[in-house]
């Protein structure tokens, strides 16, 4: 229901652009956001976006992130500039999706992309 691509090995001070599809019976998506986790620890936010294009980051990564969407693509976007070897994580997306008119919202994750910041 949703696929995640984009990542890879990026050197520091590097950028990327992760994107995010969703597919299936989709009649309405509401609020998209990332999220990554490194070995052994929980799953961190990153960064939210309404349908109507408002945006929440988490601290460690205001001014260096950008999240964006296409809502006629079913896309959420995630722009990583000041690539820093901290933010070497795999990156998932997530989505609450309406499949249908009258059905609830539905809370779907991406399989992630590995994101390596490294010389």
């Known amino acids: 229901q949703l696929q995640a691509s984009g990542g890879g090995l990026v050197q520091p001070g590097g950028s990327l652009r992760l994107s995010c599809e969703a597919s299936g019976s989709i009649f309405s998506i509401g609020v998209m956001d990332w999220h990554r986790q490194t070995p052994g620890n929980a799953r961190d936010f990153v960064a939210a976006?309404?349908?109507?294009?408002?945006?929440t980051y988490a601290d460690a990564v205001k001014g260096r992130f950008a999240i964006s969407r296409d809502n006629s693509k079913n896309t959420v976007y995630l722009t990583i500039n000041n690539l820093r070897p901290e933010d070497t994580a795999v990156y998932y997306c997530?989505?609450?999706?309406?499949?249908?008119?009258?059905?609830?919202?539905?809370?779907?994750w991406g399989q992630g992309t590995q994101v390596t910041v490294s010389s």
């Open positions: 976006i309404t349908s109507s294009g408002a945006t």
């Open positions: 997530n989505a609450v999706i309406q499949p249908t008119s009258g059905s609830n919202y539905d809370d779907y």
